[in-house]
């Protein structure tokens, strides 16, 4: 082994180095692997949504400008669920290792719901936010939280903010972070991932919270790693395409 292995932080972004090799994180592969048809779906609702909601104000815009308007609505739905995900994911790491926290009044709820769960379950954590790394299967990521809780067991566990709540394909994310062999402590250092027991998905709500326990089992893993190949023939296939070939003129 030669080479760095660490997680760089890059704007709103991350990426992952293993060996001093760049390596896919688990959320990329699954993005470009397992199809979402329920994004499909969202998308569109979210549109036509939009578009009732501002008639008026669209009305009043050139059709080209309204058309690009629209088109941006999906992204502006996702970016602002995603950017109150994050901060409650950044409140949620020192809360978990029983740190004060300045609360935003807008997610008091979801801090409280945050320190309700935490104090139910009696949770000591182990792994709070800490890179893990695959080298057998040549991926990162980046897991929120593993923890011995008031059953006795290790959970690795995943906070979620979104209005509906994990979907089923949660799986795949906390299956690949659980057969992940090491994790970095603190200083950089590798160790060895400890043995879970359990995983599952916390879902932080304004009015409360819920646990959801997941499989993960190795039959979900190797269908991670059947996701991942996916994504990878993806970005494969760019190359795969020659040039157009031009005949040759007889002389």
């Known amino acids: 082994m030669s080479g760095e292995t660490k997680r760089r932080n890059h704007g709103r972004g991350h990426s992952y180095l293993l060996d001093g090799e760049k390596v896919p994180g688990v959320t990329t592969l699954i993005s470009k692997g397992f199809p979402k048809t329920a994004l499909i779906d969202w998308a569109a609702r979210t549109v036509a949504a939009h578009a009732v909601d501002r008639w008026d104000e669209l009305a009043e815009l050139p059709i080209s400008e309204r058309l690009r308007t629209l088109e941006k609505a999906p992204t502006a739905a996702r970016d602002s669920a995603g950017l109150r995900g994050t901060r409650v994911h950044k409140l949620a790491e020192p809360l978990a290792?029983?740190?004060?926290?300045?609360?935003?009044?807008?997610?008091?709820?979801?801090?409280?719901?945050?320190?309700?769960?935490?104090?139910?379950?009696?949770?000591?954590?182990?792994?709070?936010?800490?890179?893990?790394?695959?080298?057998?299967?040549?991926?990162?990521?980046?897991?929120?939280?593993?923890?011995?809780?008031?059953?006795?067991?290790?959970?690795?566990l995943d906070w979620k903010t979104n209005a509906k709540g994990p979907y089923g394909d949660m799986a795949f994310q906390l299956a690949a972070y659980r057969y992940a062999e090491i994790f970095l402590d603190e200083d950089g250092g590798e160790r060895p991932m400890p043995q879970i027991d359990e995983v599952g998905v916390v879902w932080l709500r304004a009015d409360g919270y819920d646990l959801y326990p997941f499989e993960a089992g190795a039959d979900v893993f190797r269908q991670f790693l059947y996701i991942a190949q996916v994504a990878q023939a993806a970005e494969a296939c760019r190359d795969y395409k020659g040039d157009a070939l031009i005949p040759e003129v007889s002389s």
């Open 97 to 156: 290792l029983g740190e004060e926290v300045d609360v935003p009044e807008e997610l008091a709820g979801h801090v409280e719901a945050c320190v309700r769960f935490l104090d139910d379950w009696d949770v000591h954590p182990l792994i709070v936010e800490r890179p893990v790394f695959s080298r057998r299967h040549r991926y990162g990521g980046s897991p929120d939280l593993v923890a011995r809780m008031r059953d006795g067991k290790t959970w690795l």
